[in-house]
């Protein structure tokens, strides 16, 4: 019986195919989202509130994670949604260099079509990236998590950087057939390496491991309902909504931080672009040595030694708001040493945010088996939302901050309390999540599921 199981769980041969298709993603979400936009400011001269717009939108249309979610858990596969979403998302990001170049002509019905391109990217996004989440939550191992978690993501920061300098080299000098010669070349080459990657993938669970998974009745039940009711159910969760909370305070104090540290670091320290730049690959840098701690302290070798993957989640939370806090000690100060602070900031980032993703994993298959797509589609959607709120918030509050008080020190000083005030919350909220294994216990069906690591109760 643990033969059977052992066999339908992820190995790293399989962990790495799924980072390629990670990879793929941001490989052409990072197309759309930056050099579409500096194409459209500066080549097009049109307003930033357009791409900034656009952006905003494809994070709303996101919302639909949970549908998408529950999708694979009706099919109870999750690689047509991954392939299907990711072939919707090539789809969007050409058009949306169509629609980028139709700009220059038709302004209006450019940017109306961008608008459907970038509906396009959301529904990609939120079908390959959920199901590629849900997939990782059924089938790798608790002790692989944290590691799988960060082996992931660094090869979606990788599929970034690669994909900036190429795209960068072979659209310069820009002329609006490159720009379109590119896309199109970019969605096809993704497409085809998520093919390869899927290709015998996701196996048939053998019929024991099925019978771990959840019993018969269980399953039936699962499978009459619809979408409202298995999302009410979900919802109905302790520790979904909890989480739920977690991941929008968390994320939304991240997301908020990013797009003023670069203009605080110039308006306050007389940083020059340049440096701002340097300041910003300082922050990734730290997020990176986040991100490793995090996995070596979740791999088999240190078996918990430096802390569970939950403490690293609440540590990394209380961090990151100690380290928000110095940025107000930085805008006071000109002493302060700026640079050390950011990259501190960034292992706390770093540390946090992996922590979340293997815990989200966790979470996903403790509420019981067959709407782990569901779960982790709920927290993507909060996820989206607190993205798409963040640059509006922390930009809102900065220029509110500034009208109210006269002074950039002081305006910056407030907004980067607040944000630290929304890590410590997100701290306290994650503490919660430590306390009450025993009420998320309750919530599994009565038969048998299928634990991590491999072994069965």
Sequence with gaps: MSRAVNASLFGWFQIIRLGLIQACLGAVVVVTTSTLNRIMVVELALPALLP???VAWHYAVQMVRPRMGFGADKGQRST??????????????????????????????GALMAWF???????????????????????????????AATTVWLMMIVGFAVTAGVVGKLIDPYSPQILLQVSAGLSGVTALITALCL??????????????????LAKARLQKQ???????????????????VFVFMSMLAYSAQDLILEPFAGAVHGFTPGQTTQLSGWHHMGVLVGMLAVAGAGSRWVAGRLGSVQS?????????????????SSALSAEWPLKANVVFLGVANGAFSIAAIATMMRLAGEGGAGREGTRMGLWGAAQAAAFGLGGLLGTAASD?????????????????GM?????????AVAVRLRAGPTQRQSLRFDGPVLLKGGSSS
């Design 199 to 216: 290709w015998g993938l996701e196996k048939p669970m053998d019929a024991a491991v099925e019978q771990l998974t959840s019993d018969s």
């Design 312 to 328: 690293w989640m609440v540590g990394g939370c209380l961090f990151s708001a100690l380290a928000t806090f110095g940025l107000v």
């Design 117 to 147: 391109s970038f509906s396009l990217i959301g529904l990609g996004v939120s079908a390959c990236g959920t199901s590629l989440l849900t997939l990782m939550a059924k089938r790798v191992p608790e002790e692989r998590r944290a590691p």
């Design 226 to 244: 619809n979408f409202k009711e298995a999302f009410k159910e979900v919802w109905s969760e302790p520790a979904a909504r909890t989480f739920t």
């Design 80 to 109: 047509p949604w991954m392939m299907g979403g990711m072939l919707v998302l090539g789809l969007g990001g050409v058009m949306a260099a169509w629609a980028t170049v139709w700009m220059a002509e038709e302004p209006f019905y």
């Design 400 to 416: 509110l901050a500034h009208a109210l008080l006269g002074e950039q020190r002081t305006a910056y000083a407030a907004v980067f």
């Design 52 to 54: 900034g717009f656009l």
């Design 419 to 427: 944000q630290a005030l929304m890590f410590a919350v997100s701290a």
